[in-house]
């Protein structure tokens, strides 16, 4: 069972503007709410008791705000002081210091939103969420998937899979222990090459393809779920957030 989860919430969300002049992108308000606040509602609800967070920019802010809460979890706080000059993979190969090698985590990211339920499928198997690709509104790494629901491959723009449905990343992950030990090793040789400024997909594909590991696709495609990078994806994810709130308010 896996009980531990790795939130990466570093970066500094510059594309939010003013949203994220005083504070990290993953305290942005939705609706009232914290997008970290939520994450880590979804985590502790579907019973997570580990939370590792990696921040970054305005980590006194983030200090500042778990220092007022008190989640029933253990959540503990490791900061990537690079988080201006790197990528997430540096952001991943950080939260190692708090894990064990071979531990079984869930990753996520900290400017996701997500219906909190979907969690349990990521709780007793290497798995990653993909949603159907659709070039309007997504865009970053994309997949193929097998018939057997295995993933086959991701894809960095501006590739995409050439046959087959195309699918994108929602950038929530869980590894089993072989494949996060696997994991780690591949980080740090990335870390070691000085690949510091790439996505950490690029070291999940290598496991994948070097090492035989396998990640199951959850399927997003009828999830509700949204990536906040900029103001029109803030805008587009409180306007949905209240179309599903009038439409409960309806039942």
């Given at each position: 069972?896996i009980t531990t989860a790795v939130i990466l919430a570093a970066?500094?969300?510059?594309?939010?503007?003013?949203?994220?002049?005083?504070?990290?992108?993953?305290?942005?308000?939705?609706?009232?709410?914290?997008?970290?606040?939520?994450?880590?509602?979804?985590?502790?609800?579907?019973?997570?008791?580990?939370?590792?967070?990696v921040g970054g920019y305005k980590a006194d802010v983030l200090?500042?705000?778990?220092?007022?809460?008190?989640?029933?979890?253990?959540?503990?706080?490791?900061?990537?002081?690079?988080?201006?000059?790197?990528?997430?993979?540096?952001?991943?190969?950080?939260?190692?210091?708090?894990?064990?090698?071979?531990?079984?985590?869930?990753?996520?990211?900290?400017?996701?939103?997500?219906?909190?339920?979907?969690?349990?499928?990521?709780?007793?198997?290497?798995?990653?969420?993909?949603?159907?690709?659709?070039?309007?509104?997504?865009?970053?790494?994309?997949?193929?998937?097998?018939?057997?629901?295995?993933?086959?491959?991701?894809?960095?723009?501006?590739?995409?899979?050439?046959?087959?449905?195309?699918?994108?990343?929602?950038?929530?992950?869980?590894?089993?222990?072989?494949?996060?030990?696997?994991?780690?090793?591949?980080?740090?040789?990335?870390?070691?090459?000085?690949?510091?400024?790439?996505?950490?997909?690029?070291?999940?594909?290598?496991?994948?393809?070097?090492?035989g590991q396998k990640l199951r696709m959850v399927d997003f495609?009828?999830?509700?779920?949204?990536?906040?990078?900029?103001?029109?994806?803030?805008?587009?994810?409180?306007?949905?957030?209240?179309?599903?709130?009038?439409?409960?308010?309806?039942?």
């Open positions: 069972m970066g500094l969300g510059s594309r939010l503007g003013e949203h994220t002049s005083r504070k990290p992108k993953c305290l942005v308000d939705v609706e009232g709410c914290p997008l970290l606040d939520r994450s880590i509602r979804a985590l502790t609800a579907n019973g997570f008791t580990k939370i590792v967070i200090e500042e705000f778990l220092g007022t809460k008190n989640y029933p979890a253990e959540i503990q706080v490791i900061y990537n002081h690079h988080y201006a000059s790197t990528n997430n993979i540096y952001s991943l190969w950080i939260a190692y210091n708090l894990l064990r090698l071979d531990e079984s985590f869930l990753l996520l990211e900290g400017d996701l939103i997500f219906d909190s339920k979907v969690l349990s499928a990521f709780k007793t198997q290497s798995a990653i969420a993909l949603d159907t690709y659709n070039p309007a509104i997504h865009s970053g790494t994309t997949a193929s998937v097998g018939l057997s629901g295995w993933l086959d491959s991701l894809y960095f723009r501006p590739e995409l899979p050439e046959t087959g449905t195309v699918y994108k990343t929602v950038n929530i992950y869980s590894f089993e222990p072989e494949f996060a030990e696997h994991l780690f090793y591949t980080l740090n040789r990335f870390i070691e090459q000085g690949r510091t400024q790439i996505y950490y997909e690029y070291a999940i594909d290598e496991v994948l393809k070097k090492y495609s009828d999830v509700f779920w949204d990536e906040i990078d900029s103001e029109t994806d803030l805008r587009r994810v409180e306007e949905n957030l209240r179309l599903l709130q009038a439409v409960k308010g309806q039942n």
